[in-house]
């Protein structure tokens, strides 16, 4: 990989870059506040997404562990979310001061006195991790950052990555001066995150058209009424529109379901869409899929409340149902890396599994995880709480909310004067987790037009696609769908892209 690159060097990467992704649709809308003209008032902008300029390196092995245990991740999260008795126990004192988390089991309890209609549930899930290496002997091992169960994003843009890098691989990186290692195909895998992601949308689409009636159907984007990456999204919408079946794909914003949407009065609940541009033309709604509605901030008012519920009871497909959202919450993360008490006793972990599959899938999963501490007043969650207010312990810890969506958690020496400005009895909503040690790599990052070249810290995202059934219990679609890299630079402490702190990469496999 090449540390060196001169600044024509740079310049020729940098156009090339640019247009390829111009092109291509590798590009996000910038900031809200970029650009203000009369002859653009809604500000329809697209600029290149974030990117490397080269894939970064990675440990192979570690690639292909990641990707392996994917399913058994989804076959995990399926069955916690379809607990709903495990998720009360587990998440009751995040409940008292977490009121988004509160505020959406409500929503359930609500629809489940009325009885649910819909028995299937969609998952589109992300497992994220980062390299492992405390020392530079170690083998290094992945460690899970974080499992997402609602909007896991960039399977679109992702793809893009690894195209352009291949596309760079083949043209640009061999007539440089410094580059002495050219990776080839093998070495820089192919990713297909955007067609497998868009695959599990389809097939829960056509589950719900064999089950209903002959209405003409589609799959519903719920979207931010602003939305910096939504060629994202869309890469997958196109997707959809150009399969065999032709899925018809509309977008509605959160805040326009009730304008929009209405549940029909029957017996199923169907969710009904009427077109914006032509009201008196209805589709019946297979799928849902929420890319908003993650965030506190999403229901700035009591109609969006409302239209959550009102998609939660209707019968169409929900991606994901509010259980799904709420088994992704950084408590339920905690509580299945717990290690067992003793080796006669199962750990929370085992008891999602079958007798013959608990031992080897249990053990595998265990190896990725962190150590994780509730904040609660259990012995583990006052031996955090010392940990968490200590001024140099807290330095080898995050603390994390339940909240996604990036730039929320409270890092090292930040911990205790955080903690010290809230109340303790809201410190239930939280967890600490030990810092994970990543080896640093070197790249350089073009982001807003500018390079930054230095070290560099890679996460890897695996998504995952399993559509099962409540009822039943039966999985009737469970894939591991590719991946993500995202990478940063080594001094900031959060990745997310969305967020402004990290961009695009792909993988060069070492």
Not at 421 to 440: D, N, R, V
Not at 460 to 465: E, N
Request: proline content about 5%; hydrophobic content about 35%; charged content about 20%.
């Amino acid at each position: 990989m090449i540390t060196k690159v001169s600044q024509s060097e740079k310049e020729l990467l940098v156009s090339t870059i640019e247009d390829w992704s111009a092109s291509n649709g590798l590009a996000i809308i910038p900031a809200k506040h970029t650009f203000r003209t009369q002859s653009n008032p809604n500000q329809r902008f697209a600029t290149t997404a974030p990117v490397t300029l080269f894939p970064s390196p990675f440990p192979q092995d570690c690639f292909a562990h990641a990707k392996a245990i994917q399913k058994d991740f989804n076959q995990l999260y399926a069955a916690v979310s379809q607990d709903d008795n495990f998720l009360l126990d587990v998440l009751a004192d995040v409940f008292e001061s977490d009121e988004f988390s509160a505020r959406l089991w409500k929503i359930h309890e609500k629809v489940k006195t009325e009885g649910y209609t819909q028995n299937l549930s969609l998952g589109l899930f992300r497992s994220d991790y980062l390299v492992h290496m405390p020392t530079d002997n170690c083998k290094p091992l992945i460690k899970q950052v974080e499992f997402n169960t609602i909007s896991a994003s960039f399977a679109g843009l992702s793809s893009l990555t690894s195209k352009l890098h291949r596309y760079l691989a083949g043209t640009i990186y061999p007539i440089l001066n410094n580059y002495d290692e050219r990776p080839d195909s093998a070495h820089l895998p192919q990713n297909e995150s955007a067609l497998e992601i868009s695959r599990g949308l389809l097939v829960a689409f056509h589950e719900y058209s064999r089950q209903s009636s002959n209405k003409e159907f589609c799959i519903l984007f719920v979207v931010q009424s602003w939305e910096e990456n939504i060629f994202d999204q869309r890469h997958l919408e196109y997707i959809l529109k150009s399969s065999a079946s032709t899925v018809p794909v509309f977008r509605v914003h959160f805040s326009e379901i009730l304008s929009y949407t209405k549940v029909a009065n029957t017996q199923k609940r169907e969710l009904l869409y009427s077109l914006p541009s032509n009201p008196a033309k209805t589709f019946e709604v297979a799928v849902v899929y929420l890319r908003a509605g993650y965030d506190i901030s999403h229901y700035p008012n009591e109609v969006d409340w409302d239209a959550r519920y009102q998609l939660e009871r209707s019968n169409a497909i929900k991606c994901p149902s509010i259980l799904t959202q709420l088994a992704g919450t950084k408590k339920v993360q905690q509580v299945l890396a717990t290690p067992a008490p003793s080796s006669t006793t199962p750990s929370i972990l085992e008891k999602f599994f079958s007798q013959e599959d608990r031992e080897c899938i249990s053990m595998k999963l265990q190896e990725t995880f962190a150590e994780i501490f509730p904040l609660d007043n259990s012995p583990a969650g006052l031996k955090a709480r010392n940990l968490a207010t200590d001024p140099e312990l807290c330095k080898n810890y995050v603390l994390k909310p339940q909240r996604e969506g990036g730039g929320h958690n409270i890092y090292r020496s930040a911990i205790p004067p955080f903690l010290k400005s809230l109340p303790e009895e809201k410190w239930k909503a939280f967890i600490l987790m030990e810092i994970i040690t990543q080896p640093t790599v070197y790249n350089h990052i073009l982001r807003n037009g500018e390079i930054y070249s230095g070290g560099v810290i890679c996460e890897l995202g695996i998504y995952g696609v399993c559509l099962w059934d409540n009822a039943t219990k039966k999985t009737i679609f469970n894939e591991q769908a590719d991946y993500l890299l995202r990478t940063k630079g080594d001094q900031s402490e959060e990745g997310g892209i969305a967020a402004g702190f990290g961009c695009l990469d792909s993988c060069h496999l070492i």
